[in-house]
């Protein structure tokens, strides 16, 4: 017999005595001092693969952090955002320019204004939205601040097809922008997983097979929704 064969022999017969002492005070008082030494020696790591894997995936996740910081913007997620790529009311070029106003509502070019245009008489907008992508220059038409950040005509035909659902993975993303823009959901967001393994490891000790196969059902959907929902566009 090997030396990994004795140890995992040694370990079973001992386990299911061993298993349930609280403490080594107790341990020595029920097996003996010379008895859990022999014991602990024959105690090692085990699932060191996956620890490695562990220790990978926290690392991907520390670095998708850092880029995420660095380069990202939750707003992007929910505030409008002009032809040109800035993001209203924060990008430098804006920043004095938190609204977004389509100067042709029938399609999904913004560009940031300081206010809700309100006659032709507020100016005009040229967009890269004439034939052949030419800029082509409009005059401004009454619109309010109605929803959000958006400037939208008074007209509410033409303000429900600006604000009506055109890519459903869009307007996930937009939910979940504004989501997690909110002080009390982050809080939320950080409890709850919190909560969650607690509740798992104590069900651990008393249902194992019922609560593994809970957590693999409950990941494997969790999967699935998220690949449904970055799948809907190429639809």
């Known amino acids: ?68 910081t660095r380069y990202g913007n939750v707003l992007r997620l929910s505030e409008p955002i002009d032809f ?45 939205d004439g034939p052949m992508g030419k800029f082509h220059t409009r005059p401004a038409y009454p619109t309010a601040q109605i929803f959000g950040q958006q400037c939208l005509p008074l007209d509410l035909s033409l303000a429900k097809s600006i604000i009506s659902v055109k890519s459903v993975q869009t307007e996930v993303y937009k939910a979940l922008g504004k989501i997690f823009t909110s002080t009390d959901v982050v809080l939320l967001v950080l409890v709850v997983p919190f909560l969650t393994s607690f509740i798992y490891v104590v069900a651990l000790l008393y249902i194992p097979a019922a609560t593994t196969t809970v957590a693999f059902a409950s990941t494997a959907v969790t999967l699935a929704l998220v690949g449904f929902v970055c799948d809907l566009d190429q639809e």
């Open 1 to 68: 017999m090997s030396s990994t064969q004795a140890r995992a022999a040694a370990r079973q017969a001992v386990r299911s005595q061993y298993f349930f002492v609280a403490n080594e005070e107790e341990a020595f008082s029920v097996f003996g001092r010379q008895e859990v030494q022999d014991i602990n020696k024959i105690r090692q790591v085990t699932d060191v693969p996956f620890l490695l894997m562990f220790i990978i995936v926290l690392i991907g996740m520390l670095v998708l952090e850092i880029d995420a």
């Open 84 to 128: 040109r790529g800035r993001l209203c009311g924060y990008d430098e070029a804006v920043i004095d320019k938190p609204l977004g106003y389509h100067p042709n509502p029938l399609n999904d070019m913004i560009v940031c204004v300081s206010a809700c245009p309100k006659t032709a008489a507020d100016g005009s907008f040229t967009l890269p």
